[in-house]
């Protein structure tokens, strides 16, 4: 019906920078909100970005300031730019895209943030 790709995920020194995609394919008459969550091992999954329909972007305290979320609502991509990385961004990061039809969720990419 839908699927998420992502890409963007790696190794990165911290203070360094990396950007995240997650693609929306299927059958999409239009998206509302488009998400990114994280979660490290042992921890539950959090919210860390969310952009609405029409723009407005929040975020989770902790990634103020350094996190940037966007989206290209012709490509049906979100985008997640990550600045002055730290050793605690360190997480599988997934995307969420929220129709009509329900919630959907990319396959998670890993992003390592090494000291």
């Known amino acids: 019906q839908v699927q998420l790709v992502e890409s963007g995920g790696g190794l990165v020194q911290a203070g360094g920078s990396l950007r995240l995609s997650c693609a929306a394919s299927?059958?999409?008459?239009?998206?509302?909100?488009m998400a990114w969550y994280r979660q490290a091992p042992g921890k539950q999954r959090e919210l860390v970005a969310v952009?609405?329909?029409?723009?407005?972007?929040y975020y989770v305290g902790s990634v103020k300031g350094r996190f940037s979320i966007s989206r290209d609502n012709a490509k049906n991509t979100v985008y997640l730019q990550m600045n002055s990385l730290k050793p605690e961004d360190t997480a599988v990061y997934y995307c969420?895209?929220?129709?009509?039809?329900?919630?959907?969720w990319g396959q998670g990419t890993q992003v390592t943030v090494s000291s």
């Open positions: 969420n895209v929220q129709l009509v039809e329900g919630n959907y």
């Open positions: 952009i609405t329909s029409g723009g407005p972007a």
């Open positions: 299927g059958s999409i008459f239009s998206i509302n909100n």
